[in-house]
């Protein structure tokens, strides 16, 4: 009987326990393989925390948001923070990982998680790690496949922002600013300012000019329109300047957190524009709650094809979606760099055909 392991690292999102539900049915029921639970990522297998997991354990979690194993953004093998006396030190265990894994006599590793987590899969399967990845992410930036799990849900939460926030700006004739995650990438920010009806969307991909984004709301005011919608994306950034740094998270594979734009933003539209500007920052709602339909089937079909490439022995892939296909992709090709908006990506052609101003033309 084969053995594999599953866990899930870096920051959550909604449609991981879907992802953790299917790898297990599909693999106990049709494989007949056990599987063990890792908790909390690769601090589990660092220090050797894990769970059986069976059909009854799994079941339920369908509709559950975050991740029944837990997850950490700061337990990268590579450099794994261990206290000492008085300070962190960053240390190397990812022999530990490897032996801990023998000890369990896992097959196979499955991990579900975004870049970092991936680009550890990665190195992990290049030393005979048999591993197998699973991408997620709310942000949709992941190498190699259309589209994570995570997302769906995200959009759907800024949307219901963007809709709430219609009302009381057109009631107080202010500009209303929503702040969307997405990190580097504005696929966020640009789904859900489209279904929203956003009038300006930032997105990190164009860099923006407040200049043109004033002239723009003055123009509406003069076509009567006395409210603007803007949507940003956590990561935009005006024409030759920087991100905002909301924070630096000092064990993090990633340590920059990115937020707090939209302030920024606020106080200068207000200012140039004379009209009265409110600033939301939807920040971890667009993570947390019950996966949308679409993330619960995108998670089941991942997890199901990840246990056929296991039962396949096609390790060192990440399972992933092109052209709304299940495929595998090497892993080799998903571990570095992300997948920004393209910027002729049909989606800003048509919103700027309807008027949409994304900061950079009239
Ligand atoms: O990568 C997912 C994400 O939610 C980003 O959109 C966001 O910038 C970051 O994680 C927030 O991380 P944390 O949960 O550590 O604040």
């Not at 339920?60 to 029944?68: D, P, Q, S, V």
């Not at 909301?246 to 990633?254: E, G, T, W, Y």
């Given at each position: 009987m084969r053995r594999i392991a599953i866990l899930t690292s870096g920051g959550d999102c909604s449609g991981l326990n879907a992802v953790i539900r299917a790898v297990t049915k599909k693999a106990v029921h049709e494989y007949g393989y056990e599987v063990i639970g890792i908790k909390d990522g690769f601090e589990g297998l660092v220090s050797n925390r894990h769970r059986i997991l069976n059909e009854d354990s799994v079941s339920?979690?369908?509709?559950?948001?975050?991740?029944?194993l837990g997850t950490t953004?700061?337990?990268?093998?590579?450099k794994y923070p261990v206290e000492t006396a008085a300070k962190v030190a960053y240390k190397d265990l990812s022999a530990l990982v490897i032996k801990n894994l023998r000890k369990l006599k896992v097959d196979c590793l499955v991990t579900i998680g975004g870049d970092g987590t991936l680009d550890t899969s990665h190195r992990l399967s290049t030393r005979g790690v048999a591993v197998v990845g699973v991408p997620k992410t709310v942000?949709?930036?992941?190498?190699?496949?259309d589209i994570t799990f995570g997302f769906d849900t995200a959009v759907h939460v800024a949307t219901e922002g963007i809709d709430r926030l219609h009302t009381t700006a057109e009631s107080h004739h202010r500009i209303m600013i929503l702040e969307v995650m997405g990190r580097t990438a504005g696929w966020i920010a640009l789904y859900a300012g489209l279904a929203g009806g956003g009038d300006v969307i930032l997105i990190p991909e164009i860099p923006y000019d407040v200049g043109r984004v004033v002239r723009h709301i003055k123009d509406r005011r003069k076509r009567g329109k006395n409210f603007t919608i803007v949507v940003i994306a956590e990561g935009a950034k005006p024409l030759g300047g920087k991100v905002t740094v909301?924070?630096?998270?000092?064990?993090?594979?990633?340590p920059i957190r990115l937020g707090g734009v939209s302030f920024v933003l606020g106080q200068q539209l207000e200012k140039l524009t004379g009209i009265e500007t409110r600033n939301v920052v939807l920040g971890h709602l667009q993570r947390g709650g019950s996966p949308s339909p679409f993330d619960r089937i995108l998670g089941t079909q991942l997890g199901s094809k990840a246990v056929d490439l296991i039962a396949e022995r096609h390790f060192g892939f990440m399972v992933g979606v092109k052209e709304d296909q299940l495929v595998k992709v090497p892993l080799s090709e998903v571990a570095r760099g992300s997948r920004s908006v393209p910027l002729d990506h049909p989606m800003i052609k048509d919103a700027r055909a309807l008027g949409t101003c994304f900061g950079d033309q009239e």
């Open positions: 339920g979690i369908l509709t559950m948001g975050g991740t029944i953004n700061r337990a990268n093998p590579y942000d949709n930036d992941v190498k190699g496949t909301q924070r630096i998270v000092k064990d993090a594979c990633a």
